[in-house]
């Protein structure tokens, strides 16, 4: 089997890492705050709000992509606004499937940076307000620091997400060549087309080692976090 990618494979392969890059940048500081809230304060609705932070981990994609469809499409309220006000169209762009894969990620990197808050032992905290840290010093040099596994693992997570999203894609985006064609969506683009079996499992298998490659990754960075908290904290 040929190994080598056509150009179309190429910009499906480069619209994938720029749609996975920015999702996870764009998701990042939203993900941490509803994190951090969810995690360390209490307020009303807060069952709410985490129920809606996870819900597209269990609508079906495709609704998903319908609501963004109707609220940020040309003639929804939040996409006419970007429109007239910035001159900025999501729908059928490749910011569209940033977006798409940003809204498919977040719970994931939400639970992994929660979980990584809520094993922090608070009397850390509690000791660096004794010593006369103010609160903003505390979060940067303790709680930050301590976070970072949880946060490297979420980040991850949300490319790796990012990278195989399909559903919501293709429902608000669609799946136009060279502008929101991902390899999630070229991949089924070739199985449509008889004869094209070598594509789809040249474009699978590439997939497959980007994802290994970004889990690997992820693995090697929060291991080495966490020994370096370990020496920290002997």
């Known amino acids: 089997m040929d190994l080598s990618l056509t150009p179309a494979e190429m910009d499906a392969l480069r619209l994938s890492l720029k749609v996975g890059l920015w999702a996870t940048l764009g998701s990042l500081p ?9 995690a360390r304060c209490r307020f009303w609705g807060k069952a709410l709000v985490n129920g809606l932070v996870h819900l597209p981990l269990v609508l079906p994609p495709v609704v998903t992509g319908y609501l963004l469809l109707l609220a940020f499409g040309r003639t929804g309220p ?11 169209t999501l729908a059928f762009r490749w910011t569209g499937a940033a977006l798409a894969a940003a809204i498919m990620g977040l719970p994931l990197m939400v639970r992994a940076i ?31 620091p301590l976070a970072l596994p949880g946060i490297c693992a979420g980040v ?7 990278l195989g999203e399909f559903g919501a894609t293709i429902t608000f985006a669609s799946n136009i060549p ?4 991902t390899l999630a969506l070229a991949i089924f683009a070739f199985l449509q087309v008889p004869g094209a079996e070598s594509q789809v499992l040249r474009l699978s298998l590439l997939a497959i080692v980007i994802s290994m490659l970004a889990l690997f990754i992820a693995e090697s960075l929060s291991e080495r976090l966490r020994q370096k908290r370990r020496y920290h904290v002997h």
Do not use: C, H, N
């Not at 939203?30 to 969810?38: C, D, I, N, S, T």
């Not at 509690?126 to 303790?142: H, K, Q, S």
């Open 178 to 181: 060279g502008e929101t064609q």
């Open 114 to 144: 929660r979980l990584s808050l809520e094993t922090i032992d608070p009397r850390l905290e509690m000791a660096a307000r004794t010593l006369g840290a103010r609160p903003w010093r505390v979060f940067f040099t303790v709680t930050l």
């Open 30 to 38: 939203v993900a941490f705050g509803l994190a951090y809230a969810l």
């Open 78 to 88: 939040v996409g006419q606004l970007l429109e007239t006000l910035l001159g900025v």
């Open 156 to 162: 991850v997570l949300g490319f790796a997400k990012a």
